[in-house]
């Protein structure tokens, strides 16, 4: 076999959340001729509808494993969304400031992708993929091109598969440098469905979307831009 | 108040497993005026008395504040610590290899840190204490000293405090360039009552240590080279 069936057959972790982004960065990684490991931490968030979705997303993608691990992040705190803290609930998008969210999760990119190292490492898998997004990132500073860089540098210390010369680990961010709508139109080419995903940081108990987080009035306006109605449903 | 009472308050973040390195670390820290908050991982080990180690240590130690994080490596497999794979016993030192041992957790110590990190950034703290050992590592590649630096780099892209230019974070392991009989006289010359620890990978339910594993094997080389007997309980 060539390098070009040797590469459709590559493996990859990919961080699946149960939101669009995850989605969107998994399709994208079997698109471009990964075999998709999908591993979805539940990390004490208060939102057990995002599970489900990821659940129903990995299904719909066929992907090749799927493991869910549990790592208890109320324990370290300071996040409403791990803690008891109120989720801002704003009018407008314009109300969303430039600071960091208290929906932030204190080093949660470095714990998922700490994990997804992890789950490569059993795997024999170098590469990692993560939807993470600097442009519509809501303030969060491990979504930067600079951090992503930062761990994959430290991938190639950190483990035996490194250390052992089998490889180099990458970490992918196909959606980095896309907007909410960009990310939508992407999916919708590869066949996303977004009616499978779960986005918003206070669903009620079907797992409705809130439609006034951050989080929802950005993937609304996404969809908004694209001149499209979201499938997701709404409360 | 002078700079020095102001070091004196200084929070660190020292992950402690309930082994003698960690418990070391832990009071060299202490001696270097930080106060001291732990973390414990619970990371699906089959060895609980480790956990049972980590609260006597703590206690003794008069920590500010103890954390226990579970975080359930099993779902990610591939080591002897977490998955069904024989722990291998070997007859002397001599056998045990250069090699990694199938002992090694995948990405363990970046797990542990970005939780360390996280917790960190919770309290306010700028400074991780982790017992990593470059000397008697057992072939694990996240010990290395390169690897360390590259996580104290990552940690200041990571977070929220470092985006925002309040502190710049620090990982200390005060242990990385000495031998098990070095860590052992500097406990106690510190007070570490090793007694309390445990560093068995395969404990009896007593909590009782083998005394053929490496790490066993590793910890009573040290006792012997200082003309000491191992205070810790074996079968």
Chains 1, 2 share one sequence.
């Not at 491990?142 to 860089?149: G, S, T």
Request: aromatic share 6%; proline share 4%.
């Amino acid at each position: 076999m060539g390098p070009y069936n040797w590469a459709m057959s590559r493996p990859a972790v990919v961080l699946l959340s149960g939101g669009m982004d995850s989605a969107t960065a998994a399709a994208v990684a079997r698109r471009d001729g990964f075999t998709v490991h999908a591993l979805t931490a539940r990390y004490g968030q208060r939102h057990a509808a995002e599970l489900e979705a990821a659940r129903r997303v990995a299904a719909a993608l066929g992907v090749a494993s799927h493991v869910v691990v549990d790592v208890d992040l109320r324990a370290i705190g300071g996040s409403a969304l791990t803690a008891d803290v109120a989720v801002p609930v704003h009018r407008s998008l314009d109300e969303i400031g430039t600071s960091v969210p208290v929906t932030y999760v204190p080093a949660r990119n470095t714990v998922l992708l700490a994990l997804a190292l992890g789950y490569a490492e059993t795997l024999g898998a170098f590469d990692l993929v993560i939807g993470a997004n600097a442009l519509d990132y809501s303030g969060y500073p491990d979504c930067r091109p600079a951090y992503l860089e930062a761990f994959e540098r430290l991938a190639n210390l950190a483990t035996k598969a490194a250390v052992e010369g089998r490889g180099t680990f990458r970490v992918h961010a196909p959606l980095l440098a896309l907007t909410k709508a960009q990310i939508i139109a992407l999916g919708r080419e590869l066949g996303v469905d977004y009616a499978l995903t779960s986005t918003c940081y206070q669903p009620d108990a079907a797992g409705r979307a809130c439609g006034a987080c951050d989080a929802c009035l950005l993937r609304l306006k996404g969809f908004r831009e694209l001149g499209l109605t979201d499938p997701a449903a709404y409360r």
